[in-house]
């Protein structure tokens, strides 16, 4: 089992910038893959970004490539997901998420671990 703490959401106007963190335990962080997801209201939950195990690749969604960098810190056992020039449109809740084997997985399903999220709001 892994566990996974997500923090850093809140309100920010737009062009305005967040990092996020997600804390993960239970068993070995880096034999890990992991990712972003976001949910808007309404919408279904869809992939913002992945890093792979040993953090040397990542994946994102093209709507966030040059705005967000995802990075992993494994002495602190910590995916980070930074976001930058931020639209009303990355409205939603961000989840964390963890699987041993894809970092690229745009189908939720398909990830075996789920934090409960943290909400980023952003103000026009």
């Known amino acids: 089992q892994v566990y996974l703490v997500e923090s850093g959401g809140g309100l920010v106007q737009a062009g305005g910038s967040l990092s996020l963190s997600c804390a993960a335990s239970?068993?070995?962080?880096?034999?890990?893959?992991m990712g972003w997801f976001r949910q808007a209201p309404g919408k279904e939950r869809e992939f913002v970004a992945g890093i792979s195990r040993s953090g040397g690749t990542t994946s994102y969604e093209d709507s966030e490539k040059g705005r967000f960098t995802i990075s992993r810190d494994t002495a602190k056992n910590t995916v980070y997901l930074q976001m930058n020039s931020l639209k009303p449109e990355d409205t939603a809740v961000y989840y964390c998420?963890?699987?041993?084997?894809?970092?690229?997985?745009?189908?939720?399903?398909?990830?075996?671990?789920w934090g409960k999220g943290t909400l980023v709001t952003v103000s026009s």
């Open positions: 998420a963890a699987d041993p084997i894809s970092y690229n997985s745009r189908i939720a399903e398909r990830w075996d671990y």
């Open positions: 239970g068993r070995t962080f880096s034999s890990y893959c």
